[in-house]
T-cell receptor
Framework: QQQVKQSPQSLIVQKGGIPIINCAYENTAFDYFPWYQQFPGKGPALLIAIRPDVSEKKEGRFTISFNKSAKQFSLHIMDSQPGDSATYFCAALKGNNAGNMLTFGGGTRLMVKP | KAGVTQTPRYLIKTRGQQVTLSCSPISGHRSVSWYQQTPGQGLQFLFEYFSETQRNKGNFPGRFSGRQFSNSRSEMNVSTLELGDSALYLC????????????FGEGSRLTVL
């Protein structure tokens, strides 16, 4: 059972464009939603995260939008650069204080063309 | 501050063998998690250890096991390897609080022939 669904699987944009990656979750017990960025040959690295009591969070060129009623959240990358080309994963964490077990979406491979 | 270190980085095994992977977390981090990454299934949670105790376990068969030592270093073992176990095995550490902020190593790439 895929508890976090991510789309699209791949995305190509031109430099300066605004790629948008969407995620939807089913379990209302999730209460922390991080995004991870992974470059080839590297492990995922935390990019930005949000809790459901906030509708939007910005960190540099990265913005998360959160819609609690729809159980959806998305990542926007402003003024995208070729160096942003990577695979992006959304994730969710249950708020039952049971640990750091993350449920990941399937990933989006982003290519930013110069 | 050194990051999460995983050894070995690459290894090749044959079906039926067993393998042990090692992970050294960031200094001061008490939680260590393991994930399996494959092109078909993505990132799947294996287990998490905190203060030498398994705190969570994912939906994997009993052939997958792990442990954590008193210095927070962790090992995972896969016995009776199957072709489908070929994957990148990622270790991640966290300060131990329930933060969801995981610091990943570069992984151990296992190929089963």
């Amino acid at each position: 059972q895929q508890q976090v669904k991510q789309s699209p699987q791949s995305l190509i944009v031109q430099k300066g464009g605004i790629p948008i990656i969407n995620c939807a979750y089913e379990n209302t017990a999730f209460d922390y939603f991080p995004w991870y960025q992974q470059f080839p040959g590297k492990g995922p690295a935390l990019l930005i995260a949000i809790r459901p009591d906030v509708s939007e969070k910005k960190e540099g060129r990265f913005t998360i939008s959160f819609n609690k009623s729809a159980k959806q959240f998305s990542l926007h990358i402003m003024d995208s650069q070729p160096g942003d080309s990577a695979t992006y994963f959304c994730a969710a964490l249950k708020g039952n204080n049971a640990g750091n077990m993350l449920t990941f979406g399937g990933g989006t491979r982003l290519m930013v063309k110069p | 501050k050194a990051g999460v270190t995983q050894t070995p980085r690459y290894l090749i095994k044959t079906r039926g063998q067993q393998v042990t992977l090692s992970c050294s977390p960031i200094s001061g981090h008490r939680s260590v998690s393991w994930y399996q990454q494959t092109p078909g299934q993505g990132l799947q949670f294996l287990f998490e250890y905190f203060s030498e105790t398994q705190r969570n376990k994912g939906n994997f068969p009993g052939r997958f096991s792990g442990r954590q030592f008193s210095n927070s270093r962790s090992e995972m073992n896969v016995s009776t390897l199957e072709l489908g176990d070929s994957a990148l095995y990622l270790c991640a550490s966290s300060r131990g609080q329930v933060t969801g902020e995981l610091f990943f190593g570069e992984g151990s790439r296992l190929t089963v022939l």
